[in-house]
């Protein structure tokens, strides 16, 4: 069987001389989603910014289309494909939508207005507030620039840490609507959410965390079967 595109391999770390993380294991194939879920507190953002380079590991790998990454830094990790939207603070309030947009693109020499088509495209809206302050926008088109301004770097891998937070059940439903075109355009999706139930009904894998281990490994559709995973983490 052939290696997952991007994996976080028997991750352990965290911050000081506390371990969050413990044998943790993160992948996601070429152009799936993968969700990472569990309860307040079980690591799901710490595994996702290990992968990303942000958490230091003590033992484990991060391989990235089969080359070992786990020594470069965020930086170079954005250089070679990888990029990450933060839970908050993820935009320039004060810059445009588009000048927020073309910041994506910083490490680019090519032209870049055929993303930019492409991102007003994928999401409509910022074409029509595209000359608008960012910080003017809604919670749920401020998340839009902040996911636009990630494809611009033209990633092969997109990670996106709880991209619904605080943004009402329509909002988040067209979220992630936006999210599965992106992976059908080959774009591998890494993503933890709190909205357990709606993300594994759109992830190709899930990963249940529980104070920084794995728990249950499964397809979306296997874990929103499982009693078990129901009982415990989706309220039945």
């Known amino acids: 069987m052939a290696e997952p595109f991007l994996i976080g391999d ?10 969050i993380l ?6 996601v194939e070429r152009g799936q989603i993968a969700v990472i879920v569990g309860p307040n507190g079980a690591g799901k953002s710490c595994a996702m910014k290990a992968v990303f380079g942000m958490l230091k590991l003590r033992s484990g ?5 089969g080359e070992d990454i786990t020594a470069l830094s965020p930086q170079a990790r954005v250089a070679r494909g990888m990029a990450f939207v933060p839970q908050t603070q993820n935009i320039f309030t ?3 939508v588009e000048e927020n947009l073309e910041m994506g693109a910083f490490l680019r020499r090519d032209d870049i207005r055929t993303t930019l088509e492409q991102i007003y495209t994928l999401f409509p809206v910022l074409r029509d507030k595209r000359r608008q302050a960012a910080g003017e926008l809604s919670g749920g088109q401020r998340q839009q620039v902040a ?3 990630a494809l611009m ?12 937070a605080g943004v009402s059940p329509i909002v988040m439903d067209e979220l992630f609507d ?7 355009t080959g774009i591998s999706i890494l993503m933890v959410e709190q909205n357990a139930r709606q993300a594994l009904e759109i ?25 078990e995973v129901r009982r415990t983490f989706l309220g039945g």
């Open 203 to 227: 992830a190709d894998k899930g990963y249940v965390l529980v104070q920084g281990a794995n728990r249950f490994t499964d397809t979306g559709a296997a874990l929103l079967a499982d009693p």
């Open 10 to 19: 028997a991750m352990t770390g965290g911050y000081g001389a506390a371990d």
């Open 22 to 27: 413990h044998g943790c294991t993160i992948a």
């Open 153 to 164: 770097t033209q990633p092969s891998v997109l990670m996106l840490d709880e991209p619904t």
């Open 94 to 96: 004060s810059m445009t």
């Open 61 to 65: 790998h991060v391989l990235l289309g």
């Open 147 to 149: 996911v636009g301004r």
């Open 178 to 184: 936006r999210i599965i075109e992106v992976a059908r």
